[in-house]
């Protein structure tokens, strides 16, 4: 998402926040193969997490945080802080187990906000065709806590070769158009509300 909004021009910070620092390994890979990464990288853990971020919304357009899938004091604090919280789910029954855990921390965050955070789900890694992708898209699509959005990015060779060089898969010398047009619109539905058909 920090690259594809890079893309347009805008000024993007990106919030290493996961102790694992994925998002520092993307970046500095991205920085070998394009020389620049067309936005700012900072890393930051902790409770700190959330007041460091608010002094800096004002210099950004966007701030992304990358905190990982784990219940964390980064993730919380990033919770607390973001306007909008975009949780993956893998098409699998225990990637589904989870979900009690999801929706519990959600409630807790949203008991202490001033303002409400949207939390979007969608399926991450969807196989091209199967019931798993159905059945679980049911199973979020009834959960009040999250919104569910019918845009599932698939398990896409593209952009896993794609990340191990720092890119996006619409970057670089061969471009998936079936894997960036998923990935466009579903960062057009949560930035631009904008809805397109699509199917899980």
């Given at each position: 998402?920090a690259g594809w909004l890079a ?41 700190n997490l959330r007041k460091q ?69 969608f399926l991450s890694r969807a ?74």
């Amino acid at each position: 998402m920090a690259g594809w909004l890079a893309s347009q021009g805008r000024d993007v910070l990106l919030v290493d926040g996961d102790d694992q620092e994925t998002s520092s390994d993307f970046t500095a890979w991205r920085e070998q193969t394009l020389g620049n990464t067309g936005y700012t990288l900072v890393n930051m853990t902790g409770a700190n997490l959330r007041k460091q971020v608010e002094a800096m919304k004002p210099k950004y357009d966007h701030i992304i945080i990358d905190t990982g899938g784990r219940d964390t004091t980064s993730q919380r604090a990033a919770l607390s802080v973001a306007d909008v919280s975009m949780i993956p789910f893998v098409p699998r029954s225990f990637d589904l187990w989870t979900i009690t855990k999801v929706t519990d921390l959600i409630d807790e965050i949203q008991s202490i906000r001033a303002e409400p955070l949207i939390a979007y789900t969608f399926l991450s890694r969807a196989d091209i065709r199967s019931a798993d992708n159905r059945d679980v898209a049911d199973a979020l699509s009834k959960i009040s806590q999250l919104t569910y959005l019918a845009y599932p990015i698939s398990n896409r060779k593209a952009i896993s070769n794609a990340a191990g060089l720092g890119l996006t898969p619409f970057e670089g010398e061969n471009i998936d158009r079936k894997a960036t047009k998923e990935i466009e619109d579903l960062f057009n539905r949560v930035l631009n509300g904008n809805d397109i058909t699509a199917t899980a």
